[in-house]
């Protein structure tokens, strides 16, 4: 898979039009689409996902929101967005954790072809494109040499679609075989908040196995997002450096400044944890030695991290969502004019 950073039309002249007896998009088809960055929130015990409503993520700018799921088991909006993020393992996860649309559409495609594949909403920027392909039963028995006898790889992928090529291992292609595509990405220039921009990256050295980087990363979001809490609290728009470092050495560190914002609204143990796993790691990753962590290490510090922003701000994960403060959108739309589900805090894992 080849990431272009021009447009597929500046590469091809025009790039076609799918014919739309070809193509089905899901958000057509379903009664309330769905994107997100994020799986919808899990129950820790049997876990069922939930997802929020609208009132519920309105009363996020306040307070939390306590959530009682089928099986007895009581606990807060924020602990099971965490505990969503915590259990998914997949190295994709990232993908779609920093993704805030996601157009899933099922093609009939040209078999034996290298074709143009346009997105019905093209993207500012484009993450990632999965492919998994389906055939009519009687085939199965054609199988030969390939995982399957259909075989589907994008090739070329560019903000306004990919190039799709697809190969037969059998004698003669059957009708019915499709293509479905999953594309992530963003459809606006990005206006995530550094923190949420710094906890990707760290979920990026993940997939990379970079863990005691990773964690340090965790220590660089904290602090990103302190200042935007600094800026939030003193009603500026902008921080300088100079004034956010001043502010911090008055109260002895940021450490400190999360301790005395932390009074009333945390148990001091989530404070304490952070700087145990986050903090002090940082300090060893960044000026002294590298330190030797696991996976499982990287985990607890995210998720310890995540309960520290949190807690101070639950509406906090209404950023790493990506989820807009726009007003509500209905889902009527089925020609792609405006996306009809752009916004809103769903489970792009299924």
């Not at 898979?1 to 014919?19: G, N, W």
């Not at 739309?20 to 876990?47: F, I």
């Amino acid at each position: 898979m080849q990431f272009l950073p021009y447009r597929l039309a500046d590469l091809c002249a025009s790039l076609p039009k799918l014919d739309p007896t070809r193509v089905s998009y899901w958000d057509d088809l379903m009664e309330n689409p769905w994107a997100g960055r994020n799986p919808q929130p899990d129950c820790h015990k049997c876990g069922r996902g939930h997802i929020p409503t609208a009132d519920d993520i309105s009363k996020l700018e306040v307070q939390d929101v306590q959530i009682t799921c089928e099986c007895g088991s009581s606990f807060t909006l924020t602990e099971a967005f965490r505990n969503a993020i915590y259990r998914d393992r997949r190295d994709e996860a990232a993908v779609h954790l920093i993704a805030d649309w996601v157009e899933v559409a099922t093609l009939r495609p040209n078999i034996g072809s290298f074709e143009l594949i346009p997105f019905r909403s093209p993207f500012a920027t484009v993450f990632w494109v999965d492919v998994c392909t389906a055939v009519p039963v009687s085939a199965i028995s054609e199988r030969l040499a390939f995982p399957g006898p259909l075989l589907a790889v994008p090739y070329w992928v560019a903000p306004d679609g990919f190039a799709l090529l697809t190969v037969w291992s059998g004698s003669s292609v059957p009708e019915g075989c499709t293509v479905t595509y999953s594309a992530y990405g963003s459809l606006e220039a990005s206006q995530t908040p550094d923190w949420v921009k710094t906890v990707h990256s760290a979920r990026r050295l993940e997939m990379q196995k970079d863990f005691d980087s990773a964690i340090a990363l965790l220590g660089v979001a904290t602090e990103a997002f302190a200042r935007s809490e600094f800026s939030r609290r003193t009603s500026q728009a902008t921080v300088t450096h100079a004034k956010w470092d001043k502010y911090k050495k008055s109260k002895g560190g940021l450490p400190r400044v999360l301790e005395e914002w932390s009074a009333g609204r945390l148990a001091p143990s989530v404070l304490a944890t952070w700087k145990d796993q986050v903090w002090d790691l940082r300090n060893l990753t960044f000026h002294e030695a590298r330190t030797s962590v696991d996976e499982e290490a990287f985990r607890s510090a995210l998720d310890t991290t995540l309960a520290l922003i949190f807690g101070l701000r639950p509406s906090a994960v209404l950023e790493l969502a990506g989820v807009r403060p726009t007003p509500a959108v209905t889902h009527s739309n089925t020609h792609g004019d405006a996306p009809a589900g752009h916004g809103s805090l769903g489970s792009v894992h299924g």
